[in-house]
């Protein structure tokens, strides 16, 4: 763990996997003009917490996030345990080799995971030890007119959930990724 500017985060590492460095940085160009031109701040709003908070009250996780895929990913929206509470206190950044959200990105569809050791593909990974996690669900953040993935909303939590639970929590998931665009960029029509 390391300290980040709002406590303990994941530990950072080079970043590995995923698309190669060119189309990498084609993309995070892309989300910055996109952002730019929408008027959407980088930085941490209350506005976002609060839709994080109200989400992890929803779903009964833990932890909740808005989280913007720039250099780092990046929580401009968080929810978590009190730092008295026993539970780990995430930053409000983490490395993209970390966590389940760059798959969201990757497949640019919602990841439901009631229990992250049930799959040997997303069990191993530095926020399972680190965190403790054992479920997480996330839903992309896609730009209606561009098509270009934002990042995503998730929640994540040490305990697994039951399997019969899966679908209502990813469709609650789904519901805030939503509400976040239509705080970002409201589709023509709404």
């Avoid at 060119?22 to 993309?27: D, G, L, M, S, T």
């Avoid at 978590?80 to 409000?92: A, F």
Wanted: glycine share 10%.
């Amino acid at each position: 763990m390391r300290n980040g500017p709002h406590g303990p985060s994941i530990p950072s590492g080079p970043t590995t996997g995923g698309p190669p460095p060119a189309h990498r940085a084609i993309e995070l160009g892309q989300r910055y003009e996109l952002l730019e031109h929408l008027g959407v701040s980088t930085a941490a709003s209350q506005d976002f917490d609060e839709l994080a908070r109200g989400l992890a009250e929803e779903t009964g996780f833990l932890y909740a996030f808005v989280n913007l895929f720039l250099e780092e990913q990046t929580f401009v929206g968080l929810h978590q345990p009190p730092p008295d509470s026993g539970y780990v206190t995430v930053g409000r950044t983490m490395n993209h080799n970390h966590g389940w959200c760059p798959e969201v990105v990757a497949r640019r569809k919602a990841l439901p995971l009631y229990d992250v050791h049930a799959s040997p593909r997303f069990s191993g990974n530095a926020v399972v030890d680190a965190v403790g996690i054992r479920s997480y669900f996330g839903a992309p953040l896609i730009h209606h007119d561009s098509g270009t993935v934002l990042g995503t909303v998730c929640v994540i939590d040490p305990e697994k959930r039951p399997l019969h639970e899966a679908r209502r929590i990813r469709d609650i998931v789904i519901s805030a990724g939503a509400q976040v665009m239509d705080r970002i960029a409201p589709a023509p029509g709404r």
